[in-house]
C-alpha cells in the first residue's frame, strides 16, 4: 500500500516552487553533509542560502566549501529528471524528513563534514518516516559465500515478514541478498546509494533497484548524474546506519564496509549485532572478532535481532511471532538529544554501565552521567550494582 507524501511537493514537470528549487541546487552545490551550510539555511532559509552562494556572500570557511559549484544550477533539470522517475527530492521542510532518525549526528562534533544529510532524493511513492519507523540494516562483504547468503536470506525475509523494513547499500553479496530476501516475502526495503538516484549502482542490481524503489525506496544525499566514489561510499554508511533501529552484519572481513557502517551504528548509538561465522572462513573474521571484541552482540537469526533492537515492550514470543507495545513506544517521543541517543545505547537486556554507555552512544562520559538521572526521574532507566538498565 501507498502512502500520500505531503510537504508541498509539485509533481508536473517544471512546475517548481522556489525554495524546492532552492533546496536543489545547494544540494547540487555541496553534493553531501555539509553542516556549516545546513546551520545557515536553518538561520535565513534555503532561498536566501543559495542566493549567498551564487552571489559568494558567505563567511570564508563556507566559501571554500561552496565556490567550486556556485556556477553549477541544474535544479530544474535534476527535479524533472527525478519526478519523470517517479521520485522526488526530500528536505528538512517536509513532513517526511526522517528528523528522528537523524537525530544522532547532532551529537557528534560541529566540525565534522560526516553530519546528517543535506537534502535527499528519493525513488519510490512511500514515505520515508513511515518505511524507517521499523528498520533493520543488514550488511555484509560483496565476496558472500552460501552460509552468508543463506543466512541472510533467513534474518531478513522473516524480520520482513514481522513488518521491519530492511535496509542495506544494494551492493552485490550480503546487501543484495537482504533486499531480494525482504522482496521475496513481499516485505519493504530501502537501498542507501553513493550516487545519483539515476544511476544503476552496481548494473548488475538494475533490475532489483527498480523492484525496490516499487516495493519501498531507493535514495541517496547525492544530487542526479553523482558518479560513484570510494569517499562516498564511506559517507553512505553513516545513512545506512541512521535509518533504521540497529545494524547486523552478516559476513565481513577485517577491514570492510560493512564494520564502517557498524562503527556508525555505535556512534549514532544503535546497536550493532553480528552473526559469527566458521574460524576458518575469512569472510567472517571481522563478524568473529567483532564479537569477542565487545563491539557486537552476537545474532543467529530474526528473534535475536529483535530482542537487541526492538524498541521497548517489543519482545518475541514463543512461536516467534513479534508484538509491540504502542503506548510504551509512544513515550519514547518525549526524548530527543543525548537523552535519546543513551536511551538508545542501553541493551535490550541487561545492564550497562557509563563508559560502557559512552562508548557504545558516542557521547562523552561526563555528559551520560547527567542524562542518566534524569532519564531515571522519567521513568526510562533503572540503577543497580551491575549498573544502568532499561526500565
Known amino acids: 500500500m501507498t502512502v500520500e507524501i505531503r ?8 512546475a517548481h516552487d522556489p525554495r524546492r528549487l532552492a533546496w536543489a541546487y545547494l544540494s547540487k552545490v555541496v553534493q553531501g553533509p555539509c553542516p556549516a551550510l545546513s546551520r545557515l539555511v536553518d538561520e535565513v532559509g534555503p532561498e536566501e542560502a ?39 527530492l526530500i528536505t528538512p521542510d517536509d513532513d517526511e524528513w ?9 551529537t557528534l562534533s560541529a566540525s565534522r563534514e560526516d553530519g546528517a544529510p543535506f537534502a535527499l532524493w528519493v525513488l519510490g511513492s512511500r514515505s520515508l518516516t513511515e518505511l524507517t519507523e521499523r528498520a533493520i540494516s543488514v550488511v555484509g562483504t560483496r565476496a558472500a559465500s552460501g552460509y552468508g547468503e543463506h543466512v541472510t536470506a533467513e534474518l531478513a525475509g522473516d524480520l520482513a515478514v514481522d513488518g521491519w523494513t530492511i535496509v542495506s547499500g544494494a551492493a552485490f553479496g550480503i546487501d543484495g541478498a537482504a533486499h531480494r530476501a525482504a522482496l521475496g516475502v513481499g516485505g519493504l526495503t530501502v537501498a542507501v ?26 535514495i541517496s544525499e547525492y544530487p542526479p548524474g553523482t558518479t560513484p566514489a ?22 565481513a572481513g577485517w577491514r570492510s564496509g560493512a564494520r564502517n557502517t557498524a562503527s556508525w551504528a555505535r556512534k549514532l548509538g544503535r546497536p550493532v549485532m553480528a552473526v559469527p561465522g566458521p574460524v576458518t572462513s575469512v569472510s567472517s573474521t571481522g563478524c568473529n572478532r567483532m564479537i569477542r571484541e565487545g563491539e557486537a552482540r552476537l545474532v543467529a537469526n530474526a528473534v535475536d535481532v529483535v530482542d537487541e533492537a526492538g524498541p521497548i515492550g517489543l ?13 510504551a513506544v509512544r513515550a519514547l517521543d518525549g526524548l530527543s538529544g543525548d537523552a535519546l541517543v543513551v536511551y538508545e545505547a542501553l541493551p535490550a537486556l541487561g545492564a550497562s554501565g557509563v563508559r560502557e554507555l559512552s562508548e557504545a552512544s558516542g557521547i562523552a562520559v561526563e555528559k551520560v552521567r547527567a542524562v542518566l538521572p534524569m532519564l531515571e526521574m522519567e521513568g526510562f532507566v533503572d540503577s543497580g550494582d551491575t549498573g544502568w538498565s532499561r526500565q
Open 7 to 14: 510537504g508541498g511537493t509539485d509533481n508536473r514537470p517544471g
Open 230 to 251: 570510494k569517499y562516498r561510499f564511506l559517507a553512505r554508511n553513516r545513512l545506512v546506519a541512521s535509518l533504521s533501529d540497529g545494524v547486523v552484519v552478516v559476513e
Open 315 to 327: 519482545r518475541a514470543g514463543v512461536d516467534g511471532d513479534v508484538e509491540r507495545d504502542l503506548d
Open 50 to 88: 543559495a542566493r549567498a552562494v551564487r552571489e559568494r556572500d558567505l563567511s570564508e570557511l563556507l566559501g571554500e566549501k561552496t565556490v567550486a559549484r556556485a556556477h553549477v544550477d541544474t535544479a530544474a533539470h535534476d527535479l524533472d529528471l527525478v519526478t519523470g522517475m517517479g521520485g522526488r
Open 193 to 218: 546509494l553513493a550516487c545519483g538516484v539515476d544511476r544503476a549502482y552496481p548494473a548488475g542490481h538494475a533490475r532489483l533497484l527498480r523492484q525496490i524503489a516499487q516495493n519501498g525506496a531507493v
Open 98 to 106: 526522517p528528523q528522528w532518525r537523524l537525530l544522532g549526528f547532532d
